[in-house]
């Protein structure tokens, strides 16, 4: 049994989404990020860099791993699923998700603060961390030309990408021309355990359809970014 320590965000996303596609049992709990509960002291103790995601493998000596793309990769190994053992099929699949870590998630949170939560809107910042997501995202078309999936098979690196990409609207960044990216995000969508795990721990949808629903989800992340 896993315990995932989560929140409604793309990081937190790309676990739940994992966990359902290996039909690994989890009990999920729920961490109020506006409120703080990242930072006492015993969640502290599972993740010291206070954020989420954290699991807890019960099975395994209650061992606690954090950090979203490490987890993902304990889940694979664990299950010896979403990501080959050979040499050179594991290192493509960390290599894109290393890009996936380094690029698209830092540059899309960062366009989410200066875009939507700052109350002051500094445009060349805007600018910069939207154009730098495009490009990103520019590099993922041109991948997805020529494969199904982005390491071959369907792997961890698809999930990873996905929950922050499928958010690009709320980010501010522009997909059309991308077609392959379009393709392949409708084909992540389709699939029922994805569709399931970014509805973990509750469904945030409304946010992007719902003006008041969307300055609610603001009011409170201004407060996370702030701690």
Same mark, same amino acid.
Not at 12 to 30: C, D, F, R
Not at 126 to 135: A, G, L, P
Not at 161 to 189: Q, Y
Not at 200 to 226: G, H, I, N, T, Y
């Given at each position: 049994?896993?315990?995932?320590?989560?929140?409604?965000?793309?990081?937190?996303?790309? $676990?739940?989404?994992?966990?359902?596609?290996?039909?690994?049992?989890?009990?999920?709990?729920?961490?109020?990020?506006?409120?703080?509960?990242?930072?006492?002291?015993?969640?502290?103790?599972?993740?010291?860099?206070? /954020?989420? %995601?954290?699991?807890?493998? #019960?099975?395994?000596?209650?061992?606690?791993?954090?950090?979203?793309? !490490?987890?993902?990769?304990?889940?694979?190994? &664990?299950?010896?699923?979403?990501?080959?053992?050979?040499? &050179?099929?594991?290192?493509?699949?960390?290599?894109?998700?290393?890009?996936?870590?380094?690029?698209?998630? %830092?540059?899309?949170?960062?366009?989410? $603060?200066?875009?939507?939560?700052?109350?002051?809107?500094?445009? %060349?910042?805007?600018?910069?961390?939207?154009?730098?997501? /495009?490009?990103?995202?520019?590099?993922?078309?041109?991948?997805?030309?020529? *494969?199904?999936?982005? !390491?071959?098979?369907?792997?961890?690196?698809?999930?990873? *990408?996905?929950?922050?990409?499928?958010?690009?609207?709320?980010?501010?960044?522009?997909?059309?021309?991308?077609? *392959?990216?379009?393709?392949?995000?409708?084909?992540?969508?389709? /699939? %029922?355990?994805?569709?399931?795990?970014?509805? $973990?721990?509750?469904?945030?949808?409304?946010?992007? &359809?719902?003006?008041?629903?969307?300055?609610?989800?603001?009011? #409170?992340?201004?407060?996370?970014?702030?701690?």
């Amino acid at each position: 049994m896993i315990d995932l320590y989560t929140s409604p965000t793309p990081n937190g996303w790309k $676990v739940s989404v994992a966990l359902e596609e290996l039909g690994l049992p989890y009990t999920v709990h729920i961490i109020d990020l506006s409120a703080g509960e990242q930072k006492t002291e015993a969640y502290l103790r599972l993740n010291p860099n206070g /954020r989420i %995601p954290t699991i807890v493998d #019960r099975d395994n000596d209650n061992f606690a791993v954090f950090e979203s793309g !490490a987890i993902l990769v304990y889940l694979a190994e &664990k299950t010896g699923r979403l990501m080959p053992s050979d040499v &050179k099929g594991r290192s493509l699949v960390l290599q894109w998700l290393m890009f996936q870590m380094s690029g698209v998630g %830092p540059m899309m949170g960062q366009a989410n $603060v200066f875009h939507r939560y700052f109350p002051e809107k500094i445009q %060349p910042a805007i600018d910069r961390y939207q154009n730098e997501s /495009r490009r990103l995202f520019e590099v993922l078309d041109r991948r997805l030309a020529e *494969h199904e999936w982005l !390491a071959g098979d369907y792997s961890i690196a698809d999930i990873a *990408h996905w929950c922050w990409v499928r958010t690009h609207r709320w980010s501010g960044v522009n997909i059309e021309g991308l077609d *392959h990216l379009k393709r392949w995000m409708d084909a992540m969508k389709a /699939r %029922p355990a994805c569709r399931r795990g970014v509805e $973990v721990p509750v469904k945030v949808e409304s946010v992007l &359809k719902d003006d008041a629903a969307a300055q609610a989800f603001v009011d #409170r992340a201004r407060q996370s970014v702030q701690r």
